[in-house]
Nanobody, 123 residues
Framework: QVQLVESGGGLVQPGGSLRLSCAASGSIFSRYAMAWYRQAPGKQRELVAVITGSGRTYYEDFVEGRFTISRDNAKNTVYLEMNSLNPEDTAVYYC?????????????????WGQGTQVTVSS
């Protein structure tokens, strides 16, 4: 069992930046690939980025180099640094965990979700 708690969301102006955090507990963190998803009003939840236990990363095309996913296995925390935000990035952002070997991208989503953190991009 893994428990996930997101933080760092808020209101930001277009072009601004935010850093989301997801703290994990309950299991060996490095044994999980971690992902960020988001869900905008009236839309399906979508993958944003994934990071393996070893630090390999994958991003969806819409990220376009604006976001960076990272993790600190010593702190059991995964981060999403978001830059050049635009109103289309407005959504609830969720952390997700899936067990996987250190260098392997797992089938997503995993079974464990956080409660979500709201990101609103507006002037």
């Amino acid at each position: 069992q893994v428990q996930l708690v997101e933080s760092g969301g808020g209101l930001v102006q277009p072009g601004g930046s935010l850093r989301l955090s997801c703290a994990a507990s309950g299991s060996i963190f490095s044994r999980y690939a971690m992902a960020w998803y988001r869900q905008a009003p009236g839309k399906q939840r979508e993958l944003v980025a994934v990071i393996t236990g070893s630090g390999r990363t994958y991003y969806e095309d819409f990220v376009e180099g604006r976001f960076t996913i990272s993790r600190d296995n010593a702190k059991n925390t995964v981060y999403l640094e978001m830059n050049s935000l635009n109103p289309e990035d407005t959504a609830v952002y969720y952390c997700n965990a899936a067990p996987a070997p250190l260098t392997t991208f797992p089938t997503l989503p995993g079974n464990y979700w956080g409660q979500g953190t709201q990101v609103t991009v507006s002037s």
